[in-house]
């Protein structure tokens, strides 16, 4: 049972977090869906794996902790304390820091770390060796000193530039080490340069608001992941070294020709809310995924002929004959695919077929002559051998 405690502190810059109280009495706050304890009133209270700390003091809780370490830990606004190397044990994977008092030194922070969260409001230089070589993931807010070239170290191959972040990324800055980034509702416009060539993967989150001219994605980057994002793409936003693109999380953009390049091999589609096109999906994708809330009508040319591999599973809206075009070798229905599979739904020229926990039963027809090779995964649930001829080789997994 949890009870809140009718009390809203500023533990965090910018944020009044209520605090909660579970069914021992302990004291928690939740940041990002993940709860952090900032009282324990029991002596015999245990962590669960999930559990973390938030400490104003080191001694506010972790005396209590006695051998017990968490591996998540919060210091949150006005915390204290000189982080002198040790201080911290290691252990620790997850460090979330606030606005802190003392400015932190090489080795305060321990080497099991492996995520950085530096939150609204903290305030200190960021000098070479501050992070140290084991952290590879680095979440940045709107942290009040500047970044300067060498403040992330090479080693970090992650970084998430989280809403407010409110710097001018110059040339540098993300180093060559990172090769995946996720970019929120930062504040300053990017610049060519911003991002080095040697990202491979970006994801633009919910409410990510600026325009892409051409070449602030840099060439290099193969994934693209694409959600609710403000400003309209225009043909050119997109690198064409983008293999792998995925548009979801209410993607809200119409797809005209042209603004996948024709670089595009592997195509996922979830909740998107503007309806495709003939010519949204270029003739050089190859691969098609369509997630679970895929909400959009498959009329016949909206996958072209190019598709070669489809995945499918608990789509919205009903296939039709001729949604699948004939040139699709192979089909993936995935857990939850809960469509009746009427004869010519699967095109004749399909030969491989790949069966998961399909919701509807299958019926004569269901499964086109030129099928040749079947994969029967442990959850499918139902008889296959009525419905293919003796010739088909079926694999069971």
């Known amino acids: ?54 400490l104003k003091d080191i001694s506010d809780i972790s005396t209590k902790l006695k051998n017990q370490l968490p591996s998540n830990v919060m210091l949150l606004d006005g915390f204290n304390q000189k982080l002198t190397p040790g201080l911290l044990p290691d252990g620790i994977e997850s460090l979330y820091l606030g606005d802190i ?19 609204d409001g903290f305030n200190h230089k960021l000098v070479p060796g501050i992070l140290p070589k084991s952290v590879y993931s680095l979440y940045l ?67 990510f608001n600026q325009k892409l001219t051409p070449g602030i994605l840099p060439d290099g980057i193969e994934w693209l992941y694409l959600h609710d994002i403000e400003q309209e793409l225009i043909i050119g936003s997109i690198p064409n070294t983008v293999k792998n693109v995925y548009l979801e999380n209410g993607f809200n953009q119409k797809l005209i020709p042209g603004i996948l ?66 040139t699709v070798e192979g089909i993936y229905l995935f857990d939850g695919f809960n469509q009746k599979l009427t004869p010519g739904i699967l095109p004749e020229g399909v030969e491989c077929l790949f069966l998961y926990d399909i919701k509807q039963e299958l019926m004569i027809g269901s499964i086109p002559n030129t099928v040749k090779k079947v994969f029967i995964y442990k959850s499918f649930k139902q008889q296959i051998e009525p419905y293919v001829s003796d010739i088909v080789k079926i694999t069971k997994y």
């Open 1 to 54: 049972m949890i009870s809140s405690n009718n009390k809203t502190f500023t533990l965090l810059s910018n944020r009044d977090i209520e605090i909660c109280i579970d069914e021992n009495n302990n004291e928690f706050i939740e940041y990002e869906y993940i709860k952090f304890y900032i009282s324990i009133d029991s002596d015999s209270f245990k962590l669960d794996d999930n559990d973390c700390i938030a």
């Open 101 to 119: 008092k003392y400015e932190l030194m090489i080795g305060s922070i321990p080497n099991t770390v492996t995520s950085v969260y530096l939150l």
């Open 141 to 207: 807010g709107d942290i009040n000193r500047k970044l300067k070239i060498g403040s992330i170290p090479n080693t970090v191959t992650c970084v998430h530039l989280l809403d407010g972040f409110n710097q001018i990324l110059t040339p540098g800055i993300i180093p060559d080490g990172v090769k995946w980034l996720y970019l929120h509702d930062i504040e300053q416009e990017l610049i060519i340069g911003s991002i080095s060539s040697t990202v491979k993967n970006i994801c633009l989150e919910d409410g």
């Open 261 to 326: 390049p024709n670089s595009v091999e592997w195509l996922f589609l979830g909740e998107i809310q503007k309806e495709l096109m003939i010519g949204s999906i270029p003739n050089t994708v190859i691969h098609v995924t369509l997630f679970d809330v895929f909400n959009q009508k498959l009329t016949p040319g909206i996958l072209p002929d190019s598709v070669k591999w489809l995945g499918l599973y608990d789509i919205e809206q009903e296939l039709m004959v001729g949604s699948i075009p004939n």
